[in-house]
Structure formats: C-alpha cells, structure tokens
C-alpha cells in the first residue's frame, strides 16, 4: 500500500511541528524529502489525468509545462517551481549548504498541499465527467 | 575556571521579560551560587575581550581610528601612564588657572586702588598698590600693611587723623586744682609780702656762725662790729630767738614763692602752643577745625601771663570753651577716620583674601617648570612603551594574516599605533600588488574581515587574559573557500593555546576543518519552530546521513511507508557526499582552485554524474558508473540505485540493510584516489 500525496504531505508537517527527541536534527531534510515525494505525486496525478505520458518527462520539462496545465493560477505553477527548486536542494547533498530552516520549509510545505489539493480538485471533477 | 574547578553560568529570563532583563548566576561546583559581576572580570572583558562579532568583525576597520586605536591600546596596560599623563596634564593646567586667575584678581585691586588713591590719599592703600604693582607682587609687603602694626609714615592722613584723636584739651578737674594751686600761692605770696626771705636767711646764718664762735671762745668783743663785750650769754640767748625768727621768715617766704612757680608751671602746662598736628589737619580740612584754631590760638595765649591770678581766671574763663572745640575735633576727626575706613577696609579685606589664593597660586606655579617637563618626557617614554609592549601583538597580527591571506594581492606590513589625544589612529602598512595608498578602500569584505580577525586574535589570546577561550561570530562570511582554509589554520594555530569557538552557518568551515584534519568538535544546531532548538554533535556529512537513517528507522513514530520514502533519501545524501569528499580531495590535492571545483561539483547535478566524475574523473561517463559498482559487489549496484530511485519513490527491501550497504559503498567510494 502506498500513501497518497496527502498522508505524505500531513506526515511531512508533523514531523516539522512536532519537536520529537527521536528525529532532532533529521526533521529538515527528512520534511523536504516526504514534501518533494508529494509534489512530484501530485504531478504525476496530474499529468496523467490531464497530459498523460509528461510524468516520464524530466522534472524540468515538467515545470515548464505546468503553468499551461494550471490555468487561472499562474502564481500557483511559478510557487510550485520555486518549492521544488527548494526542495530539491534540501533532498541532494551539496557542499557548503546547511538544511533549509523551518520557515522556509514551512513556506514550502504550503505551496504542496496547495497543489495537492488543487489537483485532488481537478480527479473529483473529471471521474464526475467521465 | 582557574583555581576554582568547574562553574556553571546560568542565564535566566522571566516570561514576557526583555532581552536585557536577563537574571544570571554562576554556580561554580561545591561553592556558593555567585553573580558574574562577582568574578571580577569586568575590566578583562573589555581589554581582552575574547568576543568577536560578526557585527564587530565589519565595523573594526570603519569605525574610525581612534576606536580601533582605543581597542587594541587597551590591552597593552598603558592605563597608569595615560593616568600619569592626564594627571600631570590637570595638575598644570589647574595651576596655571590659579595663577592666571589670581593675576587677574591682582589687577581687579589695583584698579580699586587707584580709584581710591585718586580720590584721596592714603598711606595704606598706596602702600599696597606698589606691593601689587611690583614683578612679584609683593605680597609679603601687602601683608605687612595690611597687618595693622605697620606704621604709617607720618605725613600721612590717618596718621594726622589718628593722632588728632588723641588731642588732650586737659580735664576740667586738672584745670580745676591748678587754678586752685594759683590762687593759694597768690594768698602765701601775699602774706610773705615785704619781707625779705634772703635778709633773713642770711641774717639767720650770721648770727648761727656768731653763735657757734660765742660757744668756742665764750664771752668777747663783737668780732664784727668792734662793740665791747658784744658777745655775751644774754646776747647768745636773744640771739638764738633772733635765729629762729628770722628762719621762719625765710622759709614762708620760700614755701610762698615755690608754690607760685610751681602753680604757673603747671598752668603753663595746660597751655601748650597749638601742636603742628592742626596745621596738618587743615590740609585735609575737617569741621571744627577753624573753632579748634583760634581757641587754642586764645588759650594758648595765656601762657606769657605770669600774674597768678590772672592765669587762674584765664584757665577758668576759656577752659570750657577749649575743651569743647578740641572735642568737636576730634570727632569729626573720628568720623573722617571711620568714613576712610569704611572706605579701606572692603579694598583691604578684599586683599588679604587674595593675598592667601595668591600665595597658594605662585606657590603652586613655581612647579610648572617640572611639570611641563615631565610632561614631555611621559609622552616620549609613553610612545616608546606603548610601541615597545605593541610589538608583538603587531607581530602575531601579521602573521595571522599571513595564514588568511592566501591569493589576496595584499600585503600588510607594519602596524603601529600612532599619535595621541584626538590624534590617535592605527596606522595599518598595507599594499596592493606593493602599490601602498588606500588600501582599506580597495579591500573585499572578506579581506576586510580577515584584516579584522587578524588584529582581534593577537589582542584576544594574550597571555596577560583570564581568558582562556575566543568565540568568533561567522568569520567564513564574505570569505572566498581559499580564504576559509586560511582561516582554518589560523584558528588552529590558536587553539593551541586557546579553547576556540566558532558559530556559522557557512558548510565550508567545518568541511576545511576536517579536511584539513584539524581537531575540532562541530555541533550542528537546528531550530524547529517556535524555536525548539536542537544541538547535536555534527559528524562528517557521510557519517552524519548514515547515522540519521539509522535513528529514522529506529523511530516509533513514523509508519514505515513512511520510511521507506525517508531512508533512501537520507542514504543517497550520504553517498553523494562520499562522491563530494572524494573530488574534492582531489582537485585541492592537485592545486585546483576551490572556485573553479564547486562550480563543477555544482555541474554533475544527479546522483549519476557525480559517480562518474568521482570515479572515472569524467561526469559524462554515467554509463559506466553501474558497471563499475558491480565490481565491488552485486550489492553495490542494488543499493546505489534504491539510493537514487527511493529518493523519489518508497523502496522494497529490509532498510537496515540499505543503510548498512550505503556505509559499506561509501567506504569503497572514499577508496577511489
């Protein structure tokens, strides 16, 4: 069984909000790893209900497509792209870079659930019009 | 702490309370609690202030000479000298501002004097202004008249006026018993009229001598006259009552005449001439003194009378009105004194005050010569010590910047402490490319801050501290990667003899630090929200991913589907870091830029490429990269790839074991030369 994009997304939250002795120090690279895991799920979602075949395109190919696959929220694809760049980094080892900071991490756990939830939105609608 | 054992440092706020509003405590082990004021180290902390800033590291350089000049004199114990220098400073200036100022109070009475003077004369205040008037001031002959036992010559006013208050116009009783005196001698003269006192006497004598002759050679013929049987008992008896008489005569007639000499005498005395003192007087022109005059005149007069009666009747006639004039005199005389002494006595109070704060003020001024000239030999001996105890700091400041320097073009020669007062500044010898001139504005931050650092550690870890320790805010910031391991060695080379701690939230640090095996502990320090802060030791990046995969799976909070998308993450983190440490190592060992190598670390990207490169020095070779894997071991390959695909995706498979593969390869990784 897997988890749904959602159940990620709420599992990344708490484990940033929840000051847990057993995960210190771990939270902010694990939160940005179960956070990138939900958007790019969310993105597969997406894809495949509205342009199936882009979720095996590279992730860049796939932000670039967004903003056309997201109309009437033109802000919600450029936050997306930003979240992942983010949340990206914080995934990868780079020399020289700390883990991202809660806030940021705060900012960037919200975009997901917003494109989690717009694209949960976009499912109902089109099982209802199938 | 030093002699004490261990201490704790307790720093307290109430809820709501302000930053400033800290309580804190130290409680060092075994003893009473104490407060940190308590240890004394007030004055240490700013002399040897072991705190650097970042904030501090930035405005060292920028806030002006002088309190950079401020900073690093501070340490050099130069305080008694300052002190001597500020005293001495004071102690001239305080004297010569007595003496200034008495001067100035000098010519303030003399002023006065000579209003005075003009106004009338006066021995005193004349006296006094050539006292003050003269080089020295005169202050002994000031004090002299001024101490009322100094006389005035007599020719002068008060003079004239204080002797006039001792006129004597003879008391009415004195002139009543002289008068007396005349008119009983007048009354014995009368009644000795017409005898003849010498007749008598001599008589008396004649008949003595004829007596005493009778007495030798008995009865006899007057020796004298010649007169037959002159000489006889009978005669000796009439003659010796003859004797008598005629002695009684003599002798009133003496008494008489005496008391009459004597009586004029006397009223003669009561009349002297009129003395000069009144001629004197009328040159200051007083009341009265014209009545004074011509009674005096008129009593006087009386003098060349010599009937006694007419004497008494003079004296009694003019008394009164003589000695009412002489009275009336001298008062107005005595108000004439009191009006000039009403007048002197301000002026002379007012002088023997200053003559005291004069005293004090030349007294003290005589040293200004010495001090002077101790004050320009403190501040050579000072500028001497100063540069002297200097030395070595400049020393260890040159050769800390030395090791912070690496590729920079400039070079910093020597430092001194310069000028004084206002004029104090640090002049820095620094050249670009051997071109000295502005060299502060031509700086990068980053050479700025090294500068500063440069110039903090030397001051901050001089042996004459209590404090064995530094503690450096973000030095790496604004510092290029060369740069960092310069600071790396600099910072080693303190911590030999000093506990060094650094904050920063620049990676390049800690990954110089290891990489330059320095020995170090490195706390990593993350803040959740509502700022729970967590501290843990930071291992090396490999390490660390490894041990936080571990501590995930041991978690009993999280599902394992969770897992199994977390621990891959984690594991692919640590072999990208075996994949960093083992290019990086590299490259540096070739002499390689660090610039241009995180600009092609940053270029491999994925997982993939950066295999490629760490292994076969060719980011283009991805291909390859399995293969080469295998070779360690079909596990190899199985756990790179659950590295990379679980990263985005949850993984099959028993998660220790990933965990334990991904050490294991990242050991063969490091391997890789």
Redesign the interface.
Known sequence: ???DQSA?VT?ARD??????P?????????TA??A??AL?GALDDLWRLRAPGLEHCSARAQLLCLPFYLPGDDKLAERVCYAWAGLSRA?????????P??PEL?GWLATVEQMVAHVRTLGASGSTRK | MEGQGQAKVVCAWDEGAALEAQKGFVQPKGKPKTSLPALGWKDALVSYRPFLSYNELGSMLDEGPSKLYDALSLVLGLEDLVNAQATLAKSRLDRQQALDGADQEREALVELLKTLLERESDDRASACLDALTSKSWGLDAAEAVLASGALPPVDQDISVLTRALSLDPGDSERVGSVVGALRDADQQLKAVAGSDAETSRQLALLLEAALEFHAGHGDSDCPVCGTKAGLTQTWAESSRKEVDRLRAIASGSDHAYRAASDALRKARELLPPPPKLLAQLFEIGLDGLAAAREQWDGWHAGSTVSDLTAVAIHLETRHEAFASAIQALKKSAAAELKRREDRWRPIATAISEWILTAKEARAGAEHLPRIKAAESWLKDASADIRNQRFAPIADKAMATWEHLRQNSNVALGRIELAGARSQRRVTLDVTVDGIPGAALGVMSQGELHSLALSLFLPRATLSESPFRFVVIDDPVQSMDPARVDGLARALDETARTRQVIVFT????LP?AVRRLAIKSTIL?I????KS?V?V?TALD?IQG?IQ?AL??V??????V??LR??VP??C???L??AF?TVV?RRRLAAGRAHGEL?DE??GAGKLTPLAALAMFDDRERGSDVMNRLNKFGSWAGDVFRQCKDG????VAGELKLIIRDTERLADKILEFP
């Open positions: 069984m897997t988890l990620l599992t484990l940033l909000e929840r000051a847990d057993m995960t210190a120090g771990i939270w902010p690279r694990a790893l179960l990138r895991q790019e995934c990868h080892q780079h020399p020289y870079e700390l883990p900071t809660s705060l | 939230h620049d990676e390049r990954e990593s993350t803040r959740r929200p729970v967590e843990r990046p991913h936080d501590a995930l041991q978690t009993t909070e999280l599902p589907t969770v998308r977390l993450g984690f692919r983190s640590a990208e870091a960093i990086r995180e670390l940053k990263a985005h995706d949850e």
